[in-house]
Each structure stands twice: as structure tokens, then as C-alpha cells.
């Protein structure tokens, strides 16, 4: 599964950002679908997760009732749509895929990975 990040950009505190991530290859309507993020000098971490059907969905805590994710198996494209962006969401934003769905969302568990699209939130 080959995966493409896009949507990123600057945008004002308090403003939105709707990521996408167009996956390609073999059957990527059958993956579960994450988006992660790292800021600089930090650990790359966990923000979204949607399974392949999309009746289940994960976030970390920080970005509940904020960010959604979703995803349209027609298109093969996955969305996360951020409102009320915070400086401390400033990272570059990552979409990635696993073959199976887990509340447990651990970057080791997804195969996939898209090169990322940058987000930059100023206060």
C-alpha cells in the first residue's frame, strides 16, 4: 500500500486544517488507517485511528472532540479534519496503514507509512 499525505499548511490558533491521505496499491479500502504526528525534538505519536470499514475510530486524548477522522473507501482516501488547532499541534502529520484494526495504536503496528505533510498552527 502506497500512501500520499496532503492538506497541511499555516493556520492561525483556533483556526482548521482538513488532512488527507490517498492510499493506493492492493486493496487499501481493506486497511485500518492512523494519522500520527511529530513535533520537532520529539517522539513521533499517535493521533487518529480508523478502522477499514470506519465503525471504529480512536483518538489520543489531547485532540478528542477536536480533530475527526473519516475516510472514503470509494476514493481510498482517509481525512482528518482538525478544528480549534492549538501552536502545540504544530507537526508534520503522518498517515499510516495497518491490515487489521486495534484500539491499541503503537507506531510499530502500522506497516504503511506516508511522507508526511506539514502543519504549522501560530499563536
Known amino acids: 500500500v502506497q500512501l500520499q499525505a496532503s492538506g497541511g499548511g499555516l493556520v492561525q490558533a483556533g483556526g482548521s486544517l482538513r488532512l488527507s491521505c490517498a492510499a493506493s496499491?492492493?486493496?487499501?479500502?481493506?486497511?485500518?488507517m492512523g494519522w500520527f504526528r511529530q513535533a520537532p525534538g520529539k517522539e513521533r505519536e499517535f493521533v487518529a485511528a480508523?478502522?477499514?470499514?470506519?465503525?471504529?475510530?480512536d483518538y489520543t486524548d489531547s485532540v478528542k472532540g477536536r480533530f475527526f477522522i473519516s475516510r472514503d473507501n470509494a476514493e481510498n482516501t482517509v481525512y482528518l479534519l482538525m478544528n480549534g488547532l492549538k501552536p502545540e499541534d504544530t507537526a508534520i502529520y503522518f498517515c499510516a496503514a495497518r491490515p487489521y484494526y486495534s484500539p491499541n495504536n503503537y507506531r510499530g503496528d502500522y506497516h504503511y507509512w506516508g511522507q508526511g505533510t506539514l502543519v504549522t498552527v501560530s499563536s
Open positions: 496499491g492492493r486493496t487499501p479500502s481493506a486497511y485500518s
Open positions: 480508523i478502522s477499514a470499514t470506519g465503525v471504529n475510530t
